[in-house]
């Protein structure tokens, strides 16, 4: 069946710091991507989203490409904020309406100053 | 806009009762997905209505059904509970049409004893 596979944390970072997660998704068909963040305290929302191959979502700094040679969606950004300290979930949807989805395990994301 | 609502936001039940949780998607929504989050298996989709009806629905056993009604609330009951029911169980709700963003609401912790 459908899956996501994205990077085990906790990740570590200075302030200022690059970041990428890694995910990785297994589907059939042309699947829906998407990033959602969890502060905490919180709950989910979504970040960044990329229903078609090529397609690049940003937010708040934040971009991810959907690669379908590689079936990849890895999170970047270029200079992180204590602010940014979150959970990451990667997440894709096998049906059109995105609301059916599989997440991966999620990435703890530690920024300090 | 009211976000979305859960209620109880905590539970605390026995093994082999049957608990009903409750949740008020954002006004005009008409899709609600409910998801299971355990520390061990992550987030997991358990099913999605859609104007009063199931549209997809995720690899759970039986115990676990839901129902939406015509004001797009939804209901989730799971019987018999078995103390691997203890998790935060959160809805979602979205305009169901397109690639739409979900909107969490706060999750019901539920605890079986």
């Known amino acids: 069946g459908d899956s996501v596979t994205q990077m085990e944390g906790p990740v570590t970072l200075s302030e200022e710091a690059f970041l990428t997660i890694n995910c990785t998704y297994t589907?059939?068909?042309?699947?829906?991507l998407f990033w959602y963040v969890q502060y905490p305290g919180e709950g989910l929302q979504l970040l960044l989203k990329?229903?078609?191959?090529?397609d690049k979502g940003s937010n708040k700094g934040f971009e991810a490409t959907y690669r379908k040679e590689t079936t990849s969606f890895h999170l970047e950004k270029g200079s992180v904020q204590v602010s940014d300290s979150a959970v990451y979930f990667c997440?894709?949807?096998?049906?059109?309406?995105?609301?059916?989805?599989?997440f991966g395990k999620g990435t703890t994301l530690s920024v300090s100053s | 806009k009211a976000g979305v609502t859960q209620t109880p936001r905590y539970l605390i039940k026995t093994r082999g009762q049957q608990v009903t949780l409750s949740c008020s998607p954002i006004?005009?929504?008409?899709?609600v997905s409910w998801y299971q989050q355990t520390p061990g298996q992550g987030l997991q989709f358990l099913f999605e209505?859609?104007?009063?009806?199931?549209?997809n629905k995720g690899n759970f056993p039986g115990r676990f059904s839901g129902r939406q009604f015509s004001n797009s609330r939804s209901e989730m009951n799971v019987s018999t509970l078995e103390l691997g029911d203890s998790a935060l169980y959160l809805c979602?709700?979205?305009?169901?049409?397109?690639?739409?963003?979900?909107?969490f609401g706060p999750g019901t912790r539920l605890t079986v004893t």
């Open positions: 990329a229903t078609k191959a090529d």
């Open positions: 979602a709700s979205s305009s169901g049409q397109g690639v739409y963003e979900q909107y």
């Open positions: 209505y859609f104007s009063e009806t199931q549209r």
């Open positions: 006004s005009g929504h008409r899709s």
């Open positions: 589907a059939t068909g042309y699947p829906s």
């Open positions: 997440a894709l949807s096998a049906d059109q309406a995105g609301t059916a989805l599989i």
